[in-house]
Nanobody
Framework: QVQLVESGGGSVQSGGSLRLSCAASGYTYSSNCMGWFRQAPGKEREVVAS???????RYADSVKGRFTISQDNAKNTLYLQMNSLKPEDTAMYYC??????????????????WGQGTQVTVSS
């Protein structure tokens, strides 16, 4: 049974940093596409960043240069380092997984496995 558990969210002031973690279990972590998504109230869920098994990464334009996605295969854990946070980054953040080597899509509907989410709130 695939399980994803996010942690690391919280409240910070504009310009601050947070690191989100997503602990994965129940499948071969090293052969997968992982992604971070976020959803603000009243808005659709959007991709933040993705990383494939070959560590190829992609980022939403809104977070390029500020956020970094990474993974530790030995710990079965996905990370999202978020720097220079802005109030518009406020959202529930989710990690997602698909058991495939490459990230062929960044659409939320492409990912079958999801965590429960962790809230990030950035105040001005």
């Amino acid at each position: 049974q695939v399980q994803l558990v996010e942690s690391g969210g919280g409240s910070v002031q504009s310009g601050g940093s947070l690191r989100l973690s997503c602990a994965a279990s129940g499948y071969t972590y090293s052969s997968n596409c992982m992604g971070w998504f976020r959803q603000a109230p009243g808005k659709e869920r959007e991709v933040v960043a993705s990383i494939g098994s070959a560590s190829y990464t992609r980022y939403a334009d809104s977070v390029k240069g500020r956020f970094t996605i990474s993974q530790d295969n030995a710990k079965n854990t996905l990370y999202l380092q978020m720097n220079s946070l802005k109030p518009e980054d406020t959202a529930m953040y989710y990690c997602a997984a698909k058991q495939t080597y490459y990230c062929l899509s960044i659409s939320p509907t492409w990912f079958p496995y999801w965590g429960q989410g962790t809230q990030v709130t950035v105040s001005s």
